[in-house]
């Protein structure tokens, strides 16, 4: 993975909550704080419907940025630091019932790079719900979940089928938001959970939900 340049750490959230008993770490250490983060994702929807997204904290400064790769075979995503390093690249598996993405480690789509697979966790939901799977799981019980109603506005991170939150998200909605067609999330990541790791989930949710309405 490119490192470039130590990367900005997000100023910490107003509120505190409790940090979970072991680190979350999927995409790497230096997207650990010690304090809960508040995270603001933009995405501007452009004329092929493809979404590009900011990543900025409280203060307005850019933590990461996702870029998509049009007219590709694959839907690709890559989640970039605020230097333009690729940290992930994510790529929606064509031919699947439950809507499967998998994150890879920079641009890579080597197995052994593989951080994990989320999908929808029914083939008929009247929410999203996601399972998320570490690369090297291959059973069924899955190491995270996202619950709730995202298109209701809020959904939550859990820690596999525990309550143990991980973070909270939140969509908002604004007038100015509707003129510029533009989409904006409120995301609060809890201490010791990998922030760059949440934001991919967020990526991914917003793709799936995207589409819904399209084929479920």
């Not at 790769?69 to 690729?86: C, Q």
């Amino acid at each position: 993975m490119a490192t470039g340049q130590a990367p900005s750490n997000p100023v910490p959230a107003m509120r505190t909550y409790p940090p979970v008993e072991q680190p979350v770490v999927l995409i790497g250490p230096q997207y650990l704080a010690q304090y809960p983060v508040e995270l603001a994702i933009s995405t501007k929807l452009w004329s092929l419907g493809e979404n590009d997204f900011k990543v900025s904290d409280i203060n307005g400064t850019l933590i990461f940025q996702v870029k998509s790769k049009l007219l590709s075979l694959h839907d690709r995503r890559f989640l970039k630091d605020a230097a333009g390093n690729i940290l992930v690249n994510l790529r929606q598996k064509i031919m699947t019932m439950h809507r499967r993405w998998e994150a890879f480690r920079g641009e890579s789509k080597e197995e052994k790079d593989l951080l994990f697979t989320a999908k929808k966790s029914k083939l008929f939901q009247f929410k999203t719900e996601l399972d998320i799977f570490l690369g090297n799981n291959k059973g069924e019980v899955p190491d995270f979940k996202v619950k709730g109603g995202y298109s209701e506005s809020s959904c939550s991170v859990l820690l596999g089928d525990s309550n143990t939150m991980l973070a909270q998200m939140h969509r908002k909605h604004s007038l100015a938001s509707a003129i510029l067609d533009t989409d904006s999330f409120g995301v609060t990541v809890y201490p010791n959970v990998d922030y760059a790791f949440i934001t991919a989930l967020v990526v991914i949710l917003d793709e799936i939900n995207a589409d819904r309405s399209a084929e479920d």
